[in-house]
């Protein structure tokens, strides 16, 4: 089970950071991403993380604002979002899959409830 928190209403240039908490003993071996969708949008990829936080991926859009990182010990996925613009909002979700990372939310088998990002200009 993952439960995605953090989200909120950030002006501009803002920050924020997301967690996703995985219940489970076996997060570890589980590749975490995050994908987001907007309003009459698909659900796209954001970023993506290895089983073992060594490897990290950004969607273009993201990458040089975000950082994705991980703590196996507490079972958590961590967000951090700088810089945010208008068009980082949405509702984030955090994903989890043993197959591999993946841009392709189809990919993942595990999915949070969201969070909401809302970014004013």
């Known amino acids: 089970q993952l439960q995605a928190s953090g989200g909120g209403l950030v002006q501009a240039g803002g920050s924020l950071r997301l967690s996703c908490a995985a219940s489970g003993s076996t997060f570890s071996s589980y590749d975490m991403g995050w994908f987001r969708q907007a309003p009459g949008k698909e659900r796209e990829f954001v970023s993506a993380?290895?089983?073992?936080?060594?490897?990290?991926y950004y969607a273009d859009s993201v990458k040089g604002r975000s950082t994705i990182s991980r703590d196996n010990a507490k079972n958590m996925v961590y967000l951090q979002m700088n810089s945010l613009k208008p068009e980082d909002t949405g509702v984030y979700y955090c994903?989890?899959?043993?197959?591999?990372?993946?841009?392709?939310?189809?990919?993942?088998?595990?999915w949070g409830q969201g969070t909401l990002v809302t970014v004013s200009s």
């Open positions: 993380i290895r089983w073992s936080g060594a490897n990290t």
């Open positions: 994903a989890a899959d043993r197959m591999g990372v993946s841009r392709s939310p189809s990919r993942y088998g595990y």
